[in-house]
């Protein structure tokens, strides 16, 4: 772990001086500059700036701020210049020898307390080390707010921090206050998602963050994600010198970063789209194509292709129906151009949904208008029935054998399947299956054996040749996959026992990172749940309430007041949500869901 930034001053002289500026009254900035060595890796010291900390009555005309450090400096990200309460415009800079000199481009207002931050902005010009920050609090009247709030901004899904997004508090409690004007206070989280909101008024104000893309501090829903508070909050706490949340820390200082307290939590999510449209369509084949919309569950009251019979026509949307896959089920050549008529629900100018019909053209590829000039130029998938048949060791006992098909069938003989297996003395013999077409997706199949897959049995899986037939007219060329359970003695498993079950949940085994899913299961009443063959890491048991119990983690609607659904981690006793699990270990825990998510 390394050692926070105030263990790191190299000499009593540069302590005095640095205090001396830092821990001034009401300020609450304490950067200071770790240790060196062979490598320039100390940050730039700040060593002046104006105005000083609680300044008062601050000229509002042209005004200009400055910070001066101890050697040469350079912007690395001007964004990071933030000012609370934002202006329209964003602050601009300038480079004067070894300050930083900041200014604005309109008035501020009068009688007015500003806070001007610079975290993570400003680098030495040399090696590139980040000056850890600084908050310039200033008032242009005679009075400077206080008080002060804490918090963390953390992704929906993951509970991972958020760095980058913006926090803002509105004295206007109206719904709109956020799609019309700038907030009354605002700050951008760090690399661990916290923020603070120091010197705001002591009022009662409405709590968002966004991530706010085009940097205008307005929100805007088709394109930026959003989190709020349901309630509205009063700050409880003064800004003071000895507030750790009120320093400005390295981020690499995990233990200083996670000790900071937080007061609120915000989980950012993606609105659904109020507006609902056709935004793209393609035609990626001879007899395939695609429509997309921009809200889910599109509402479609019929669809046809000009000149082909509607039998012909084989459509399937995705799970949030908000994409349609289109084929054409006929192997004679297509036209160069098919004409697609789609009548649906669409919004008008007044926001309603209206049936609307769209006629859409829909243009061979040009590589698919290319003749074949030669047998080299012939692939495999213009002669057969492309698919891939795959079985993954340590997920193949609950996930099954997958057989995926490009095009869908319009023959097949599932029946013709040879599921075999050879025994540790390599005897062999044939078991039974049952075969489920996937609910999602037409073109996958599920083939699951009869008995229970033991350990060191070699299980084979083969589709023979010349039995299924898609719409192209093709038949398919036989293939063959093996798999046997993993037996390496170093894995490790996790059973969980979840009691207190009152709902639908979604329970999934996560990696470290948590960008990746080892394995997951749905329930809906008490249950043991084993996560096997487990190689030695730390990981992350997520919990989903799937309240509405479409197998879907709905996101949050900023006007209904509506959060997203609620995602919860297993926390260890010491509060720790990474299980490590060693190699050889057979690991089990408990987890009362109700207590989880009362």
Same mark, same amino acid.
């Given at each position: 772990?390394?050692?926070?930034l105030?263990?790191y001053?190299?000499?009593?002289?540069?302590?005095?001086?640095?205090?001396?500026?830092?821990?001034s009254?009401?300020?609450?900035n304490t950067?200071?500059?770790?240790?060196?060595g062979?490598?320039?890796t100390?940050p730039?010291?700040?060593?002046?700036?104006?105005?000083?900390p609680?300044?008062?009555?601050?000229t509002?005309?042209?005004?200009?701020?400055?910070?001066?450090f101890?050697?040469?400096?350079?912007?690395?990200?001007?964004?990071?210049?933030?000012?609370?309460?934002?202006?329209?415009?964003?602050p601009?800079?300038?480079?004067?020898?070894?300050?930083?000199?900041?200014?604005?481009?309109?008035?501020?207002?009068?009688n007015?307390?500003?806070?001007?931050d610079v975290?993570?902005?400003?680098?030495d010009? #040399?090696?590139?080390n980040?000056?850890?920050g600084?908050?310039?609090?200033?008032?242009?009247?005679k009075?400077l707010d206080s008080?002060?709030?804490?918090?963390?901004?953390?992704?929906?899904?993951?509970?991972?921090?958020?760095k980058?997004?913006?926090v803002?508090?509105?004295?206007?409690?109206?719904?709109?206050?956020?799609?019309?004007?700038?907030?009354?206070?605002?700050?951008?989280?760090?690399?661990?998602?916290?923020?603070?909101l120091r010197?705001?008024?002591?009022?009662?104000?409405?709590?968002?963050?966004?991530?706010?893309?085009?940097n205008?501090?307005i929100?805007?829903?088709?394109?930026?994600?959003?989190?709020?508070?349901?309630?509205?909050i009063?700050?409880?706490?003064?800004v003071?010198d000895t507030i750790?949340e009120?320093?400005?820390?390295?981020?690499?200082?995990?233990?200083?970063c996670?000790a900071?307290?937080t007061?609120?939590?915000? #989980?950012?999510?993606?609105?659904v789209?109020?507006?609902?449209?056709?935004?793209n369509?393609?035609r990626?084949?001879e007899?395939?194509?695609?429509i997309?919309?921009?809200?889910p569950?599109?509402?479609?009251?019929?669809?046809?292709?000009t000149?082909i019979?509607?039998?012909k026509?084989i459509?399937?949307?995705?799970?949030?129906?908000?994409?349609?896959?289109?084929?054409?089920?006929?192997?004679?050549?297509?036209?160069?151009?098919?004409?697609? #008529?789609?009548?649906y629900m669409?919004?008008?100018?007044?926001?309603?949904?209206?049936?609307?019909?769209e006629?859409?053209?829909?243009?061979k590829?040009?590589?698919?208008n290319?003749?074949?000039?030669?047998?080299?130029?012939?692939?495999?998938e213009?002669?057969t029935?492309?698919?891939?048949?795959?079985?993954e060791?340590?997920t193949?006992e609950?996930?099954?054998?997958?057989?995926?098909?490009?095009?869908?069938?319009v023959?097949?003989?599932?029946?013709?399947?040879?599921?075999?297996?050879?025994?540790?003395?390599?005897?062999?013999?044939?078991d039974?299956?049952?075969v489920?077409?996937?609910?999602?997706?037409l073109?996958k199949?599920v083939?699951?054996?009869?008995?229970?897959?033991l350990?060191?049995?070699?299980?084979?899986?083969k589709?023979?040749?010349?039995?299924?037939k898609?719409?192209?007219?093709?038949?398919?060329d036989s293939?063959?996959?093996k798999?046997?359970?993993?037996?390496?003695?170093?894995?490790?498993?996790?059973?969980?026992?979840?009691?207190?079950?009152? #709902?639908?949940y979604?329970?999934?085994?996560l990696?470290e990172k948590?960008d990746?899913?080892?394995?997951?299961?749905?329930?809906?009443?008490?249950?043991?749940?084993?996560?096997?063959?487990?190689?030695a890491?730390k990981?992350?048991?997520r919990?989903?309430?799937?309240?509405?119990?479409?197998?879907?983690?709905?996101?949050?609607n900023?006007?209904e007041h509506?959060?997203?659904e609620?995602?919860k981690f297993?926390?260890?006793?010491?509060?720790?949500?990474?299980?490590?699990?060693p190699e050889?270990?057979?690991?089990e825990?408990?987890i009362?869901?109700?207590?989880l998510?009362?």
């Amino acid at each position: 772990m390394k050692k926070g930034l105030s263990q790191y001053l190299p000499l009593a002289a540069v302590v005095a001086a640095v205090g001396a500026l830092v821990f001034s009254p009401s300020c609450a900035n304490t950067t200071t500059p770790p240790s060196g060595g062979p490598k320039d890796t100390i940050p730039p010291v700040l060593v002046k700036y104006y105005p000083q900390p609680g300044d008062t009555m601050v000229t509002r005309h042209k005004t200009q701020l400055s910070l001066t450090f101890d050697e040469f400096v350079v912007v690395k990200d001007v964004q990071s210049l933030f000012l609370s309460p934002p202006l329209e415009k964003a602050p601009k800079y300038k480079i004067r020898n070894k300050s930083v000199i900041i200014y604005f481009e309109s008035d501020l207002d009068s009688n007015k307390t500003y806070v001007m931050d610079v975290t993570n902005a400003i680098a030495d010009n #040399n090696e590139g080390n980040m000056f850890p920050g600084y908050a310039m609090v200033f008032s242009t009247g005679k009075h400077l707010d206080s008080m002060m709030v804490t918090g963390i901004v953390q992704d929906c899904n993951t509970l991972m921090p958020v760095k980058g997004a913006t926090v803002m508090l509105y004295k206007d409690h109206s719904d709109s206050a956020i799609f019309k004007h700038r907030p009354d206070a605002a700050i951008k989280t760090d690399d661990w998602g916290f923020f603070c909101l120091r010197n705001i008024q002591d009022t009662v104000y409405r709590m968002y963050a966004i991530m706010d893309m085009n940097n205008n501090n307005i929100y805007e829903a088709d394109q930026e994600q959003v989190a709020f508070i349901d309630t509205l909050i009063r700050p409880v706490t003064k800004v003071n010198d000895t507030i750790p949340e009120l320093r400005k820390y390295i981020m690499t200082d995990t233990t200083a970063c996670l000790a900071r307290k937080t007061e609120y939590e915000l #989980n950012l999510f993606k609105e659904v789209p109020s507006k609902q449209m056709i935004v793209n369509r393609e035609r990626i084949g001879e007899r395939t194509a695609y429509i997309t919309f921009m809200a889910p569950y599109a509402q479609i009251d019929s669809i046809w292709m000009t000149g082909i019979p509607a039998d012909k026509l084989i459509t399937q949307f995705n799970l949030e129906q908000d994409s349609l896959e289109i084929w054409v089920n006929d192997p004679r050549p297509q036209p160069d151009t098919l004409v697609l #008529n789609v009548n649906y629900m669409k919004t008008d100018t007044l926001g309603q949904l209206v049936p609307t019909l769209e006629e859409f053209k829909l243009t061979k590829p040009r590589e698919k208008n290319v003749a074949k000039s030669s047998r080299k130029d012939i692939k495999k998938e213009d002669t057969t029935t492309v698919f891939s048949i795959t079985a993954e060791p340590e997920t193949v006992e609950q996930y099954g054998f997958l057989i995926e098909f490009k095009f869908p069938l319009v023959e097949s003989a599932f029946d013709s399947l040879e599921f075999r297996y050879l025994n540790p003395k390599q005897q062999e013999f044939t078991d039974t299956y049952t075969v489920v077409q996937d609910s999602l997706n037409l073109r996958k199949y599920v083939v699951r054996p009869t008995s229970k897959l033991l350990p060191g049995y070699e299980y084979f899986l083969k589709v023979p040749h010349h039995k299924f037939k898609d719409i192209n007219g093709f038949y398919n060329d036989s293939s063959e996959v093996k798999v046997t359970l993993p037996n390496d003695d170093k894995l490790s498993s996790l059973t969980l026992t979840l009691s207190n079950v009152d #709902n639908k949940y979604i329970i999934d085994l996560l990696n470290e990172k948590r960008d990746k899913t080892i394995r997951s299961f749905t329930i809906e009443q008490d249950a043991t749940l084993l996560f096997p063959y487990i190689t030695a890491g730390k990981y992350s048991i997520r919990i989903t309430e799937d309240l509405n119990r479409n197998g879907l983690v709905d996101t949050g609607n900023l006007l209904e007041h509506k959060q997203p659904e609620k995602v919860k981690f297993y926390k260890l006793d010491d509060g720790n949500t990474l299980i490590d699990i060693p190699e050889m270990t057979e690991l089990e825990q408990s987890i009362d869901v109700g207590e989880l998510f009362k």
